[in-house]
């Protein structure tokens, strides 16, 4: 085998239990965006910008129906979490645009590591949180019914956008 048939890259995020939000739909396109994440990080040259096109329509997906649950279930905090999907597909769609018009390959790829430990946090707070809300409305994204909506009561505050990471990690 010649020298550098592998590149022998490895993915920063692989998927684990305790990125589990017990709702399925959540955890499916979770799973698979963190596979897809991997593929494009360790992605051989000539198949990166590929896999990393696949990867935004994916996400483009991944978004849209989370800013979906949360214009249907009335969700208060929603415009905090959608801005942070927006912003972060801009990113992404402009590292794109780099790597396809100006060679940037070495960028999209820093940028996948990058999104790796972003994802992290995101799942960890801001999608942890969706998921306990749409768990207690009883929302059902197949039928998208909200089957126990939920009055908040007066002068309550809206419900947090994400759980600040450093209360959601374990304690040390
Ligand atoms: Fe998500
Ligand atoms: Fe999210």
Not at 55 to 80: K, Y
Request: with cysteine.
């Amino acid at each position: 085998m010649s020298q550098h048939d592998t590149l022998d890259l490895q993915p920063t995020l692989t998927w684990s239990d305790d990125l589990v939000m017990n709702m399925d739909q959540m955890d499916q396109t979770h799973r698979e965006f963190v596979d897809l994440l991997a593929a494009t990080e360790t992605a051989p040259e000539d198949q990166l910008l590929q896999s990393f096109t696949e990867l935004i329509a994916h996400t483009e997906e991944h978004f849209s129906g989370e800013n979906q649950w949360m214009l249907d279930v009335d969700f208060g905090p929603g415009g905090c979490h959608t801005d942070e999907h927006e912003m972060i597909l801009k990113v992404m769609r402009e590292v794109l645009r780099r790597g396809q018009e100006e060679g940037k390959l070495a960028m999209v790829r820093q940028l996948t590591g990058e999104l790796a430990v972003w994802f992290d946090g995101h799942a960890k707070s801001m999608d942890a949180v969706l998921a306990m809300y749409l768990k207690d409305v009883q929302y059902d994204p197949v039928t998208r019914i909200v089957h126990k909506p939920q009055e908040r009561a007066e002068g309550a505050p809206p419900p947090e956008c994400g759980v600040p990471l450093d209360e959601a990690a374990p304690a040390a």
